[in-house]
Protein backbone atom coordinates (compact mmCIF):
# COMPACT_ATOMS: atom_id res chain seq x y z
CA UNK A 1 0.00 0.00 0.00
CA UNK A 2 1.17 3.38 -0.54
CA UNK A 3 1.80 6.21 1.99
CA UNK A 4 0.37 9.93 2.48
CA UNK A 5 3.49 11.40 3.96
CA UNK A 6 5.34 13.82 1.61
CA UNK A 7 1.96 14.58 -0.49
CA UNK A 8 2.19 11.18 -1.84
CA UNK A 9 -1.41 9.33 -2.89
CA UNK A 10 -2.32 6.68 -0.97
CA UNK A 11 -2.97 3.08 -2.96
CA UNK A 12 -6.05 1.85 -2.64
CA UNK A 13 -7.79 -1.81 -3.41
CA UNK A 14 -10.34 -2.00 -6.08
CA UNK A 15 -10.53 -5.85 -6.39
CA UNK A 16 -9.10 -8.85 -4.45
CA UNK A 17 -8.56 -12.22 -5.74
CA UNK A 18 -7.61 -14.73 -3.46
CA UNK A 19 -4.82 -13.31 -1.48
CA UNK A 20 -4.03 -10.45 -4.34
CA UNK A 21 -4.50 -7.17 -4.74
CA UNK A 22 -5.65 -5.53 -7.63
CA UNK A 23 -4.75 -1.33 -7.15
CA UNK A 24 -5.82 1.87 -8.54
CA UNK A 25 -2.19 2.13 -10.19
CA UNK A 26 -2.75 -1.33 -11.94
CA UNK A 27 -6.42 -0.87 -12.57
CA UNK A 28 -5.04 2.72 -14.12
CA UNK A 29 -2.19 1.39 -16.29
CA UNK A 30 -4.38 -1.18 -17.72
CA UNK A 31 -6.69 1.38 -18.47
CA UNK A 32 -4.27 3.16 -20.84
CA UNK A 33 -2.75 -0.19 -22.23
CA UNK A 34 -6.04 -1.26 -23.15
CA UNK A 35 -7.25 2.13 -24.93
CA UNK A 36 -4.06 1.86 -26.66
CA UNK A 37 -4.62 -1.10 -28.32
CA UNK A 38 -7.92 -0.92 -29.16
CA UNK A 39 -7.72 2.87 -30.53
CA UNK A 40 -10.10 3.91 -27.86
CA UNK A 41 -10.64 6.93 -25.89
CA UNK A 42 -13.81 7.58 -24.03
CA UNK A 43 -15.66 10.68 -24.79
CA UNK A 44 -17.91 11.53 -21.84
CA UNK A 45 -17.67 10.45 -17.79
CA UNK A 46 -20.19 7.63 -18.57
CA UNK A 47 -18.18 6.16 -21.43
CA UNK A 48 -15.12 6.01 -19.28
CA UNK A 49 -16.63 4.57 -15.95
CA UNK A 50 -18.24 1.78 -18.19
CA UNK A 51 -15.02 1.32 -19.68
CA UNK A 52 -13.00 1.18 -16.00
CA UNK A 53 -16.03 -1.22 -15.31
CA UNK A 54 -14.99 -3.14 -18.30
CA UNK A 55 -11.39 -3.26 -17.92
CA UNK A 56 -11.54 -4.22 -14.41
CA UNK A 57 -14.02 -6.98 -14.97
CA UNK A 58 -11.54 -8.69 -17.44
CA UNK A 59 -8.47 -8.15 -14.90
CA UNK A 60 -10.43 -10.16 -12.78
CA UNK A 61 -11.11 -12.73 -15.02
CA UNK A 62 -7.43 -12.83 -16.22
CA UNK A 63 -6.08 -13.00 -12.68
CA UNK A 64 -8.58 -16.16 -11.63
CA UNK A 65 -8.07 -17.71 -15.03
CA UNK A 66 -4.06 -17.06 -14.22
CA UNK A 67 -4.22 -18.29 -10.76
CA UNK A 68 -5.75 -21.71 -12.04
CA UNK A 69 -2.85 -21.89 -15.20
CA UNK A 70 0.04 -21.33 -12.35
CA UNK A 71 -1.17 -24.76 -10.11
CA UNK A 72 -1.20 -26.88 -13.39
CA UNK A 73 3.22 -27.16 -13.81
CA UNK A 74 2.81 -29.04 -17.04
CA UNK A 75 1.66 -25.59 -18.38
CA UNK A 76 4.61 -23.94 -19.69
CA UNK A 77 5.42 -20.81 -22.03
CA UNK A 78 8.60 -20.26 -23.65
CA UNK A 79 10.27 -16.67 -24.22
CA UNK A 80 9.96 -17.45 -27.56
CA UNK A 81 6.12 -18.19 -27.71
CA UNK A 82 6.02 -14.65 -25.72
CA UNK A 83 8.29 -12.94 -27.94
CA UNK A 84 6.85 -13.71 -31.38
CA UNK A 85 2.98 -13.55 -29.96
CA UNK A 86 4.09 -10.01 -28.93
CA UNK A 87 5.55 -9.02 -31.82
CA UNK A 88 2.28 -9.98 -34.03
CA UNK A 89 0.26 -8.54 -31.14
CA UNK A 90 2.07 -5.51 -31.62
CA UNK A 91 1.93 -5.37 -35.94
CA UNK A 92 -2.23 -5.86 -35.67
CA UNK A 93 -2.44 -2.60 -33.11
CA UNK A 94 0.05 -0.74 -35.10
CA UNK A 95 -1.78 -2.10 -38.06
CA UNK A 96 -4.85 0.13 -36.86
CA UNK A 97 -3.38 3.47 -37.55
CA UNK A 98 -2.99 4.81 -40.70
CA UNK A 99 0.94 4.53 -40.29
CA UNK A 100 3.35 3.39 -37.99
CA UNK A 101 4.74 7.08 -37.52
CA UNK A 102 0.77 7.59 -35.82
CA UNK A 103 0.90 4.51 -34.06
CA UNK A 104 4.77 6.05 -32.34
CA UNK A 105 2.88 9.41 -31.96
CA UNK A 106 0.05 7.89 -30.01
CA UNK A 107 2.33 6.49 -28.12
CA UNK A 108 4.58 9.28 -27.32
CA UNK A 109 1.12 11.16 -25.95
CA UNK A 110 0.87 8.11 -23.12
CA UNK A 111 4.30 8.90 -22.53
CA UNK A 112 5.60 5.56 -23.75
CA UNK A 113 7.78 4.36 -26.64
CA UNK A 114 7.70 1.48 -28.55
CA UNK A 115 10.38 -0.29 -26.18
CA UNK A 116 8.24 0.42 -23.20
CA UNK A 117 4.86 -0.09 -24.83
CA UNK A 118 6.28 -3.96 -25.10
CA UNK A 119 8.26 -4.53 -21.54
CA UNK A 120 4.68 -3.27 -20.26
CA UNK A 121 2.45 -5.52 -22.97
CA UNK A 122 4.88 -8.38 -22.36
CA UNK A 123 3.25 -10.08 -19.15
CA UNK A 124 -0.52 -9.54 -20.54
CA UNK A 125 0.61 -11.16 -23.64
CA UNK A 126 2.77 -14.35 -21.52
CA UNK A 127 -0.53 -13.96 -19.60
CA UNK A 128 -2.86 -14.65 -22.37
CA UNK A 129 -0.76 -17.65 -24.07
CA UNK A 130 -0.94 -19.90 -20.14
CA UNK A 131 -4.61 -18.93 -20.57
CA UNK A 132 -4.71 -20.45 -23.73
CA UNK A 133 -2.97 -23.54 -22.60
CA UNK A 134 -5.13 -24.12 -20.01
CA UNK A 135 -8.51 -24.21 -22.20
CA UNK A 136 -7.04 -26.24 -24.74
CA UNK A 137 -5.85 -28.65 -22.03
CA UNK A 138 -9.61 -28.46 -20.40
CA UNK A 139 -10.86 -28.72 -23.94
CA UNK A 140 -8.71 -31.63 -25.10
CA UNK A 141 -9.88 -33.72 -21.80
CA UNK A 142 -13.95 -33.42 -23.18
CA UNK A 143 -15.19 -36.21 -24.92
CA UNK A 144 -18.83 -36.60 -26.18
CA UNK A 145 -20.12 -40.18 -26.76
CA UNK A 146 -22.29 -41.09 -29.87
CA UNK A 147 -24.93 -41.45 -27.21
CA UNK A 148 -25.02 -38.56 -25.28
CA UNK A 149 -25.32 -36.80 -29.20
CA UNK A 150 -28.81 -38.61 -29.65
CA UNK A 151 -29.75 -37.94 -26.13
CA UNK A 152 -29.05 -34.30 -26.14
CA UNK A 153 -31.02 -34.38 -29.59
CA UNK A 154 -33.81 -36.50 -27.93
CA UNK A 155 -34.42 -33.91 -24.87
CA UNK A 156 -33.63 -30.72 -26.95
CA UNK A 157 -34.75 -31.29 -30.32
CA UNK A 158 -37.98 -29.05 -29.96
CA UNK A 159 -35.91 -25.87 -29.50
CA UNK A 160 -33.08 -27.30 -32.08
CA UNK A 161 -33.96 -25.68 -36.07
CA UNK A 162 -34.55 -27.56 -38.85
CA UNK A 163 -32.10 -28.27 -41.42
CA UNK A 164 -33.31 -27.18 -44.79
CA UNK A 165 -32.96 -30.34 -47.18
CA UNK A 166 -29.94 -29.66 -49.47
CA UNK A 167 -27.64 -30.70 -51.87
CA UNK A 168 -23.75 -30.59 -51.07
CA UNK A 169 -21.68 -29.90 -54.48
CA UNK A 170 -17.90 -30.29 -54.86
CA UNK A 171 -15.49 -31.12 -57.67
CA UNK A 172 -12.17 -32.89 -58.92
CA UNK A 173 -11.00 -31.71 -61.94
CA UNK A 174 -10.16 -35.32 -63.70
CA UNK A 175 -9.91 -35.65 -67.45
CA UNK A 176 -11.83 -38.61 -68.32
CA UNK A 177 -14.12 -39.88 -70.94
CA UNK A 178 -17.45 -41.08 -69.89
CA UNK A 179 -19.81 -43.58 -70.93
CA UNK A 180 -22.95 -42.69 -72.38
CA UNK A 181 -24.93 -44.06 -69.85
CA UNK A 182 -23.02 -42.40 -67.41
CA UNK A 183 -23.18 -38.76 -69.08
CA UNK A 184 -26.94 -39.50 -68.97
CA UNK A 185 -26.90 -40.13 -64.92
CA UNK A 186 -24.71 -37.18 -64.61
CA UNK A 187 -27.25 -35.00 -66.68
CA UNK A 188 -30.08 -36.00 -65.08
CA UNK A 189 -28.87 -35.58 -61.25
CA UNK A 190 -27.18 -31.95 -62.38
CA UNK A 191 -31.09 -31.16 -63.79
CA UNK A 192 -32.85 -32.17 -60.58
CA UNK A 193 -30.26 -30.14 -58.74
CA UNK A 194 -30.78 -27.17 -60.64
CA UNK A 195 -35.11 -27.44 -60.47
CA UNK A 196 -34.79 -27.87 -56.58
CA UNK A 197 -32.67 -24.72 -56.32
CA UNK A 198 -34.99 -22.99 -58.62
CA UNK A 199 -37.57 -24.21 -56.40
CA UNK A 200 -35.93 -22.73 -53.50
CA UNK A 201 -33.95 -25.68 -51.92
CA UNK A 202 -30.33 -24.49 -51.16
CA UNK A 203 -27.31 -25.81 -52.31
CA UNK A 204 -23.98 -25.93 -50.70
Known amino acids: SGSAIAG ?26 TAIQRGFKPQTKEEMEKFQQEVLDQMISERLFLAEAKKDTSIK ?36 NLRTFKKRLRPEIENQLLKQKLIGQKLSSISVSRQEVFDFYGKYKDSIPDQPE ?5 HILITFQPSGGTADS ?16 RSF
Open 8 to 33: EPVEKIVAIIGNEPILTSELAAQIQM
Open 77 to 112: VTPEEVEQTLDDHIKNVSGQFSSEDQFLEELAKEGL
Open 166 to 170: AVRLA
Open 186 to 201: IRQLAETVRKNAAAGM
